[in-house]
């Protein structure tokens, strides 16, 4: 086995034992980003030319690299959430994530590609191209957080940190054939993430093993005074557990998402969940959302796009990021700097947040979309009072081929609903893997689903994710759940970006 191939409970034990030096665990993850990279594209800055000091040595991920998307702000290092309007902007100070991994020892390979100011969910509306999907590398990887969950998909890091603000963790893991956790809102720091929607962002982890996220989210999950919105008075413990049970545990689905139509490997994967669950002792209910079904999207989108209006309109050629310095006057160059640094996706919703919360609107649409959050969150908080967990899909469908539109407005509706209720509401949502799609078309050829062991390179077809979401701060309790539900399903084999 290569050391990239190494997930990172097993590459913090071999660092420990001394089988291996963390400047050979290094080497082994930037030969194979050089291996991979030119078909997958998931970097935007690297930073592993030389490899780095360790600034803990006796941390918990002493000398373990990782990746960050590139809305997480990095002291010194180029961040540009994917945007030319922030040209090569180089931040004064990291993120308090970013800070929690450096102190306790992780190593930065680089900043990942995304989906421009996390608007999008192909991970290819993105000033720099479009990262490719290591599974296949003809197929999007998802987004926004799309580059963060191909580098660990494709083994160019153990871990990555991604943002999550309407599902940007959960699809791009489902797609990639990851774990991902969108954490409880305020359970991790979001002072230095660059923002989108501000009361729905949320930074999140990704790793091959439910039991890595355990071990990252015991490093993020700290107070911190830089953000308001961060936790004070909670002490979660993330504590990998081997005797954890589902015996006796609710487990939902909800009634209103049950004539939704699934693609037929997520409508197997949903199937073969639910056996695991009752075979593990879960009892299997389901709960009714209406307020969710009927109002979550459009509350969801008045929110989304007026905080994107109030966030964005920081950049202005003045403060930071690019500018012009032949404009006529201030009027000309905002116009002139914001046209050609702002895509289409991020200007698009702009204007409609400018609309949205334009004072003769305000009260009829961004006031009300507050108000019908608070009965989305207050009707979750009901369901969780006859439930434990909610099961459904992240997605109604697998990945489309880049380039490619998906013309189906009623499944996009179904993902929106899928995802988005999730972030108006705070929960937590663990994306976790199913298996693969057998007969689906893949770079890496048919397996015989998501068992351990083999060789990575066998034939296998595209990966198969859901998701399952607890009530707020149940963070630990819905990994100790993705912990018995690997143990069914297997662990996902790294992706071969496109070589043989």
């Known amino acids: 086995m290569e050391l990239y191939e190494l997930n990172l409970h097993d590459a913090i034990s071999g660092l420990k034992d001394k089988k291996f030096s963390a400047s050979e665990l290094f080497a082994s993850c930037k030969a194979r980003i050089d291996a991979l990279e030119p078909n997958v594209r998931a970097f935007i800055t690297r930073t592993d030319s030389t490899p780095q000091p360790c600034e803990n040595p006796e941390g918990l991920l002493a000398g373990i690299p990782t990746v960050l998307k590139d809305n997480l702000c990095t002291t010194g290092i180029r961040t540009t959430a994917a945007s030319k309007i922030l ?11 970013w800070k929690y991994l450096r102190e306790s020892g992780a190593i930065l390979m680089g900043k990942v590609n995304m989906d421009e100011f996390a608007m999008g969910n192909t991970c290819g509306n993105s000033a720099f191209g479009p ?42 893991a489902s797609f990639c054939g990851v774990y991902g956790l969108k954490p409880t809102y305020g359970m991790v720091s979001r002072y230095g ?42 002490n ?14 609710r487990v ?21 969940t639910r056996k695991v669950l009752e075979d593990e002792g879960a009892i299997i209910t389901e709960v009714s959302l209406p307020v969710v079904a009927k109002y979550a999207v459009a509350c969801y989108y008045a929110l989304a796009m007026s905080e ?8 202005d050629g003045v403060r930071l990021g690019y500018t012009v310095t032949d404009a006529a006057g201030v009027k000309e160059m905002f116009e002139e700097v914001r046209s050609y640094g702002f895509g289409s996706e991020v200007k698009s919703r702009i204007i ?77 949502g663990l994306s976790f893997f199913t298996g693969y799609a057998l007969g689906q078309p893949s770079l890496t050829p048919p397996n015989l689903g998501g068992e351990q062991g083999g060789n990575p390179s066998a034939q296998r077809g595209l990966p198969v994710g859901l ?13 100790n759940a993705g912990v018995i539900l690997e143990r069914n399903l297997g662990t996902p084999k790294i992706a071969n970006g496109g070589i043989d």
């Open 87 to 97: 040209g090569g902007w180089r931040p004064p100070y990291d993120a308090t994530a």
């Open 131 to 172: 990262t490719h999907n290591p599974n296949d590398i003809s197929r999007v990887p998802g987004g926004s957080s799309g580059g963060s969950a191909a580098a660990v998909s494709a083994g160019y890091v153990p871990f990555s940190l991604g943002s999550d603000t309407g599902g940007s963790i959960r699809q791009p």
């Open 193 to 234: 993430l660059i923002s989108y929607g501000s009361s729905l962002d949320q930074i999140g982890p990704f790793a091959r093993t439910v039991r890595d996220l355990q071990l990252v989210m015991s490093v993020l999950a700290q107070y911190d005074p830089m953000d308001s919105s961060c936790f004070r008075e909670k």
């Open 236 to 249: 979660p413990d993330f504590t990998h557990r081997e005797d954890v049970s589902l015996k006796g545990k």
């Open 252 to 272: 939902a689905l909800v009634k209103e998402f049950q004539s939704f139509t699934l693609d037929a490997p997520i409508a197997e994967a949903m199937k073969k």
């Open 308 to 315: 994107a209006h109030t966030n964005l309109e920081r950049y």
């Open 352 to 428: 409609a947040g400018t609309c949205l919360t334009e004072p003769s609107r305000c009260d009829e649409y961004y006031v009300a979309a507050t108000k019908v959050r608070t009965l989305i969150a207050q009707e979750f908080a009901r369901a969780f009072g006859e439930t434990d967990f909610i099961l459904q899909p992240v997605t109604p469908s697998l990945p489309h081929k880049i380039g490619e539109e998906d013309d189906d407005a009623m499944k996009g509706y179904e993902t929106d609903l899928y995802t988005l209720p999730v972030n108006l509401a705070g929960l937590p």
């Open 467 to 479: 998701q399952l979401i607890g009530p707020r701060w149940s963070d630990p309790e819905l990994l």
